[in-house]
């Protein structure tokens, strides 16, 4: 239980009818869970408009009702308050509820299109093997120092975040990595998070079904930057269009990383190889078991967040020498004759072309590349296309499949796709519906030397279909397949 007004400390409120001098229990902005004692605040989402629920979360029990409209009728057991963003005021509530824990914790948030999970993972990692209590928030896990638990969404919600920070602070955590998706941060869901430093990676063509422009997309990203408090850092990818562009408006103490431009930490790519990359940092060398340019870029803006943060350069660089691979991220799995095949989360068109660029530069034509890709049903269907021109551009041969399909037609969406194939390139596509058949196509016409990338869903380990998730895993897929052949 916490009192109202303590809950309403930091938000700026219009009307209130009613007492502030109550306690409530729990703080809900979906009205189905609203029990008695409960505050109800009315959130205007992208498919639902909380307003039209206040009743209903009255009649199940809640004693306060936060909202922009206040209704006709007011109950008069209940206490209103009037604000103009709900959902702002939301993450400002949902902070002050579980005591303000990301003033408790050094909160370093990793925005961006590309990078987010790999460069957020390696830092929690790391910092775990400095000796630090750290929780992690991502899209494959979250963690509170050694314990995980699923992640559903890149961002969670900021009721569910802030308690999530707040376990952290419970479990003696200092630290926690963050992705911070352009959804969360233009629905306001971290409203109210006190953000010790912040990293971008790139910005590309993603997320256009929900952003209407690119625009928008670049505003939401700035927005987090705008945000950052001037005792906060704000580490910026220098060789991306955009990176100065991030930090025109912020308070933070601006720091650049780069491999191709003058930075305050620099790299240099010595050797790439499909077992890993020799890299200068700094003046340092440094083997990783990571691949290919972008992965460059991830361990950079990893070393220059570690040393913002305050662990000693040689000791960062010793340790990013021994980071094994992020879930889905790059992953190999080599067969007994001979054939690799890469599990990578590549869904943008920048993305698939980073790792398609990365695979034929170390593969220097010795074998054939074989892409198995697809995209995901109720999504930007623009980059449809264009994500199967990279395709076949940088493959010898392409198999178009299903993803997540989730309401569509997989079929219609690789109908989509193969408008982006010139005629020059059909001979090169095969179109598999079912993905599991799709990799096993391409399994079994590659042969020593080849390399087979299947794209698209990484670390997932499911198929949504028709709303339903149904279990499906990438690399349980291919060792199967292998298994098969030997």
Known sequence: MKELKEILKNVITGKIHGNENISVNEICFDSRIVKNNDLFIAVKGTQVDGHEYIQKAVDNGAVSVVCETLPDNLSGNITYVQVDDSAEALGKMASAYYDDPSRKLKLVGITGTNGKTTIATLLYRLFRRSGFKAGLVSTINNYINDKVAEARYTTPDAVQLNGMLKDMVDDGCEFCFMEVSSHAIKQKRISGIDYYGGVFTNLTHDHLDYHPTFDDYLTSKKMFFDDLPDRSFALTNNDDP???????????????????????????????????????????????????????????AVYGCAVLSGLEKDSVLTMISDLDVVSGRFENIRSADGITAIIDYAHTPDALDNVLQTINKINQGNGHVITVVGAGGNRDRA?????????????????????NPRNEKPEDIIEEMKQGIQKEYENKVLCVVDRKEAI???????????????????????????????????????????KEKE
């Open 383 to 403: 980059k449809r296309p264009v994500m199967a021109d990279v395709a076949v551009k940088n493959s010898e041969k392409v198999i178009l499949t299903s993803d």
């Open 440 to 482: 096993r196509a391409a399994c079994m016409m590659a042969s020593d030397g080849d390399i087979i990338l299947v794209a698209g869903k990484g670390h997932e380990d499911y198929q949504e279909i028709n709303g339903v998730r149904h279990h499906f895993d990438d690399k349980e897929v291919v060792k199967e397949i292998f």
């Open 242 to 300: 955009n990176g100065k562009v991030m930090i025109q408006n912020t308070k933070a103490g601006t720091h650049f990383y780069a491999l191709k431009s003058m930075a305050d930490f620099k790299c240099r790519i010595l050797e790439n190889s499909i077992n890993g990359m020799l890299l200068n940092i700094d003046g340092t060398e440094v083997w990783t078991k990571y691949i290919g340019e972008f992965n460059a870029y991830n361990l950079l």
